[in-house]
């Protein structure tokens, strides 16, 4: 009898989690995986911020010192020096064509410089992941279009980087409207500004950010 009640007891004390214990840990793991989530999306943000002031907001700096010490368009001829050949369009033409070595030499001759070199080595370039993990290859060029003026147009930029840069320079991302908008063909004569893909969506073979420029 006694060995009995022993092991009744013994039985007893083997409880199982109450519905209020299993409630209490379900939402410790909600806040830990939200937290999670929440660190990553501060860490992406933090780094379409850190891409866009190193790269595209240096290059407009350096576009406007290059205009106020020398009264030209940074990147209006292929020249070395910046200098047109005969019939060369001049202030207000682009020459996207332009060599990376020839844009720096531009730079370098009024006492300036290029930032630094990305993972490819160009000055002109750079990589991102976007939102699906996919590495992408973003490439800056100056440019010119009769409907926007001069603009850096960066190439092979994802969505979700240029909704977060359109948010930074405009304070939303509709993509139409503002310095900083985007189009899905940046071949055309004319380029037409539209709001900006889903996230997901891959970035269209000829689709650009493109930061208008103040000259």
Do not use: H
């Not at 368009?73 to 005969?86: F, K, M, Q, V």
């Not at 019939?87 to 990376?100: E, F, K, Q, S």
Request: glycine residues 8%.
């Amino acid at each position: 009898m006694r060995q009995s009640r022993n092991s009744g007891l013994i039985l007893s004390n083997n409880k199982g989690f109450t519905l209020i214990e299993m409630a209490i840990v379900l939402i410790i793991i909600g806040i830990i995986i939200g937290a999670v989530v929440k660190g990553k999306d501060v860490v992406k943000s933090a780094e379409q911020k850190r891409l866009y002031t190193t790269f595209v907001r240096e290059w407009q700096m350096i576009f406007n010192n290059y205009y106020d010490r020398t009264g030209r368009i940074l990147a209006d001829c292929a020249s070395a020096d910046n200098t047109p050949a005969a019939g060369d369009p001049r202030d207000g033409y682009c020459n996207a064509a332009i060599t990376v070595a020839n844009l720096e030499s531009q730079l370098t001759s009024v006492g300036l410089k290029a930032p630094a070199q990305g993972p490819s080595g160009s000055s002109l370039a750079r990589t991102y992941n976007d939102s699906e993990g996919i590495l992408r290859s973003l490439t800056l060029a100056f440019d010119w279009k009769a409907n926007l003026g001069n603009f850096i147009k960066v190439s092979g930029i994802p969505n979700d980087l240029g909704m977060a840069w359109d948010r930074i320079v405009d304070g939303e991302m509709d993509g139409s409207s503002g310095d900083l908008i985007y189009s899905a063909d940046t071949t055309a004569a004319e380029p037409v500004t539209a709001i900006w893909p889903t996230a997901s969506t891959a970035p269209a073979a000829n689709s650009a950010a493109m930061l208008r420029l103040q000259f």
